[in-house]
C-alpha cells in the first residue's frame, strides 16, 4: 500500500518546509492507515507527531520508534478544532516548547463520511501566535456557570500578572472566579479589604483600567475574589480550605494545591499564577482544565488561523 501521490508529494513539502524555516515537527492528523514505512521514508530527519482518535490505528502508530502520538478525544469537531486540541496537548505535556513552528499535515477540505480521509493540506502554525489566540472554543471547557466574557477578562488579568509580575519578575497569585459566597466563608482577611467603599463598575474587571489596578493589587499576599459577574469582591485574603482528595502532580506548591482544593469545595473557577514560570494554570471541580503560557504579548481572542507555505496549494 504506497502513498497517494498528492499525500507522498505534500510529505515531501513538509520536509522541505522543516529544513528551511526550520521548523520544530511535523504533526500528522489522519484517522486513515497509511504506509508508515514510507511515511517514515518521506519525513526522515523531521520530528514526528501523530494525532487520531481511532484507537486501533493510535496502537499500530506506539509501536514506531521516535514518533510521538497524540489521543484526541471521538467528539464531532471540525478538523481545525481537531488540530487546536492536539498542539494544546502536545505543549500542556510539555512535548512541545510554546514558541514552537509546526508543520501540520491534515484533511482540510471536507470528505464523505465513509470515505479515506486524504491528506490535501499542508499548512505552518506559529504556536506562540496560537496559544495567544486561545479561542472561546477553549473557555468553553469551563461550562457556563461564568459568562464568556468575564472568564476573557479574568484570562487576561491572569496572564498579565504572570507576564508582568513584580518589578520584572514572576509572581504567584490565585483568582477565584464565581460562587464567592461559599468561596468567601472558606477565606480570612490577612489584613484590609482594599475593593471595600468602592462601586460596582469602579470593581468590574472587563475594564481595562479596573484592570490595572487589581494587577497592582495582586502584589499583595493572599487571593483575589471575583463574583460571576465580573466584579471583584475581595482581595488579600487567606484560603482556609481543606485540601484531602486532592491530587496534583508532584512540583506543585501550596498556591496550586490551595487553588485545586476551592474549586473542588465550591462552584468557584480558581486561576493560580505560578511564582516561578508565569505559567496560569486553571482549576475546576479540583483538576487542572487548562494551562495558558506566559507571552509577550496579549491574547488574542480569535479562531485558529493556518498559513500555507508560499507556492504550496491546500
Request: glycine letters at 8%.
Amino acid at each position: 500500500m504506497s502513498l497517494p501521490m498528492q499525500t507522498a508529494a505534500l510529505m515531501q513539502a513538509a520536509r522541505d518546509t522543516v529544513r528551511a524555516l526550520p521548523a520544530d515537527a511535523v504533526l500528522l492528523l489522519t484517522e486513515t492507515p497509511l504506509d508508515w514505512d514510507e511515511v517514515s521514508e518521506k519525513l526522515l530527519g523531521c520530528r514526528l507527531f501523530l494525532a487520531a482518535e481511532n484507537p486501533a490505528l493510535l496502537k499500530s502508530l506506539r509501536e514506531r520508534d521516535g514518533w510521538t502520538v497524540i489521543d484526541l478525544p471521538p467528539d464531532p469537531l471540525p478538523t481545525q478544532d481537531r488540530l487546536s486540541n492536539a498542539l494544546l496537548r502536545a505543549v500542556t505535556e510539555e512535548k512541545l516548547k510554546p514558541g514552537a513552528h509546526v508543520v501540520v499535515l491534515y484533511n482540510g477540505i471536507t470528505s464523505l463520511d465513509d470515505a479515506p480521509e486524504p491528506i490535501d493540506t499542508l499548512s505552518v502554525i506559529h504556536l506562540g501566535e496560537h496559544l495567544e489566540k486561545m479561542t472561546s472554543q477553549d473557555l468553553r471547557k469551563l461550562g457556563t456557570g461564568v459568562p464568556q466574557d468575564v472568564l476573557k477578562a479574568v484570562v487576561e488579568l491572569a496572564t498579565e500578572i504572570g507576564r508582568e509580575g513584580r518589578e520584572g519578575h514572576p509572581t504567584g497569585a490565585i483568582i477565584v472566579v464565581g460562587d464567592t459566597r461559599k468561596v468567601g466563608a472558606m477565606a480570612k482577611f490577612r489584613n484590609f479589604n482594599p475593593f471595600r467603599g468602592y462601586t460596582k463598575k469602579e470593581r468590574d474587571i472587563r475594564q481595562r483600567d479596573v484592570r490595572e489596578q487589581i494587577k497592582e493589587i495582586a502584589k499583595l499576599d493572599g487571593a483575589i475574589l471575583i463574583d460571576r459577574d465580573g466584579i471583584a469582591e475581595a482581595a488579600c485574603v487567606y484560603l482556609d480550605v481543606p485540601t484531602e482528595g486532592v491530587d496534583l502532580p508532584k512540583g506543585f506548591g501550596s498556591r496550586h494545591l490551595s487553588a485545586a482544593a476551592i474549586s473542588k469545595k465550591t462552584k468557584g473557577i480558581a486561576f493560580c499564577v505560578s511564582q516561578s514560570s508565569g505559567t496560569v494554570r486553571v482549576f475546576q471541580g479540583g483538576e487542572e482544565k487548562l494551562r495558558i503560557e506566559p507571552l509577550d504579548r496579549p491574547h488574542v481572542w480569535q479562531p485558529l488561523k493556518f498559513e500555507n507555505p508560499e507556492g504550496l496549494d491546500g
